[in-house]
């Protein structure tokens, strides 16, 4: 669909939304997660530094890591999984 046909349709839709007070509250929770997702992120930078800086550990070979076929067999054997 063209921008043009876009912008057409969305007006039309939101002039049914407006008349309609259920689902002008809807309308309202979407502009409202969209707004929340233009906002910066929950997690401090810290902790994806602190990621960053384990991973690099895990690719360099500095620390062990399991694959997940492997904790899962240690998971069933101890715990009957």
Do not use: C, Q
Request: charged letters at 45%.
């Amino acid at each position: 669909m063209e921008v043009k046909e876009l912008r057409r349709k969305l007006i039309k839709d939101f002039g049914r939304f407006i008349d309609d007070d259920s689902k002008l509250e809807i309308l309202e929770s979407v502009f409202d997660a969209i707004k929340y997702d233009e906002k910066d992120s929950v997690v401090p930078d810290s902790h994806y530094n602190l990621v960053a800086e384990e991973r690099e550990k895990y690719l360099s070979g500095e620390v062990e890591a399991s694959s997940w076929e492997e904790t899962e067999k240690r998971l069933n054997a101890k715990y009957g999984f």
